[in-house]
Nanobody
Framework: QVQLVESGGGLVQAGGSLRLSCAAS????????LGWFRQAPGKEREFVAA????????YYADSVKGRFTISRDAAKNTLYLQMNALKPEDTAVYYC??????????????????WGQGTQVAVSS
């Protein structure tokens, strides 16, 4: 069982930066992928970024590539999302997720079996 707790959301002006953190407790298996998803009001939850827990390989949605950076500190069991050059369209609740054992499609919600409660990010124009 994995528990995930996000923090670091808030209100920021367009062009600003925020860093989200996700503290993980419990056993994260070696082949796990951890990811960030977001859900804006009235929209479906969408993939933002992911990282393989051991190898550190990263994946990004086209909409955030070059602006967001995902990283992890395995010693602290913590996942991060550094968000720069924020835009109003980045406004959403951001969720941390950990994959289920087995094959993972990093962009697919169905591949993730553990979710945090979410943290709100609001970007004003």
């Amino acid at each position: 069982q994995v528990q995930l707790v996000e923090s670091g959301g808030g209100l920021v002006q367009a062009g600003g930066s925020l860093r989200l953190s996700c503290a993980a407790s419990g056993a994260i298996f070696s082949s796990a992928v951890l990811g960030w998803f977001r859900q804006a009001p009235g929209k479906e939850r969408e993939f933002v970024a992911a990282i393989s827990w051991i190898g550190g390989q990263t994946y990004y949605a086209d909409s955030v590539k070059g602006r967001f950076t995902i990283s992890r500190d395995a010693a602290k069991n913590t996942l991060y999302l550094q968000m720069n050059a924020l835009k109003p369209e980045d406004t959403a609740v951001y969720y941390c997720a950990a994959s289920r054992p087995g094959g993972v499609v990093v962009t697919s919600i169905a591949s993730y079996g553990y979710w945090g409660q979410g943290t709100q990010v609001a970007v004003s124009s």
